[in-house]
């Protein structure tokens, strides 16, 4: 039972260039999440999904495309690459039952600088 | 602009002191969660709380959420250096739930 896995953990992206992050978990978990993470601002939503064939944007879309093909599976793209999008980026999963009963399993980071 | 703000930043203290931290915010959450985040990994889940006023302690970790469920605070009673770690509040609100995380604090507990 691998949990959440990234690949790769480290990257360097020249401006223009384009990339897929890759996310994949073994729990079954209907509930997928992208974070980013800038020193000192904590984590911000990129994007989450609720299951298979569904996404939505969370606080900063701007720049990154997601898709859900399975429940396995949930790639960030970064299509036209900024300096502005140098950050760790963290995938999240989670089986939520009701409202208020939801733990989020981190996988271990993307670290991305784009230069 | 950040949801949930997060104080103090930074905090680095002897073994043994005791410290609290805080998560405030203007807006109403439905639950709000504390992760520990060590370096080079993802952050772990430490709490989940989510009735107003609600407190939960976790051995030398006390938990408490505000009676309006907008903000929270960590206590930490004779830190250890094993306490050493950037933690991070998270606050559930929207339409889909989705958690919104603070600033973070980086917390240092020196031998």
């Known amino acids: 039972n691998a949990g959440v896995t990234q690949t790769p953990k480290f990257r360097i992206l020249k401006i223009g260039q384009s990339m897929t992050l890759q996310c994949a978990q073994d729990?079954?978990?209907?509930?997928m999440y992208w974070y980013r993470q800038d020193p000192g601002m904590g984590l911000k939503l990129i994007y989450y999904?609720?299951?298979?064939?569904?996404?939505d944007k969370g606080e900063v879309p701007n720049g990154y495309n997601v898709s859900r093909s399975t429940t396995e599976d949930f790639p960030l793209r970064l299509e036209l690459a900024a300096p502005s999008q140098t950050s760790v980026y963290f995938c999240?999963?989670?089986?939520?039952?009701?409202?208020?009963?939801?733990?989020?399993?981190f996988g271990s980071g993307t670290q991305l600088s784009v230069l | 602009t950040q949801l949930l703000e997060q104080s103090p930043q930074f905090l680095s203290i002897q073994e043994g002191e005791n410290l609290t931290v805080y998560c405030n915010s203007s807006?109403?959450?439905?639950?709000l969660q504390w992760y520990r985040q060590e370096p080079g990994e993802g952050p772990v889940l430490l709490v989940t709380?989510?009735?107003?006023?609600e407190v939960k302690k976790l051995k030398r970790l006390t938990f408490q959420f505000g009676d309006a469920r907008k903000d929270s605070s960590l206590h930490i009673t004779a830190a250890q250096p094993g306490d050493t770690g950037l933690y991070l509040c998270?606050?559930?609100?929207?339409?889909?739930?989705?958690?919104?995380f603070g600033t973070g604090t980086s917390l240092t507990v020196i031998p």
């Open positions: 998270a606050g559930a609100r929207g339409a889909g739930n989705q958690f919104y």
């Open positions: 999904s609720v299951g298979a064939g569904i996404t």
């Open positions: 807006s109403v959450f439905s639950s």
């Open positions: 999240a999963s989670s089986y939520r039952q009701g409202a208020t009963n939801e733990k989020l399993f």
């Open positions: 709380v989510v009735t107003g006023g």
């Open positions: 729990m079954n978990h209907n509930y």
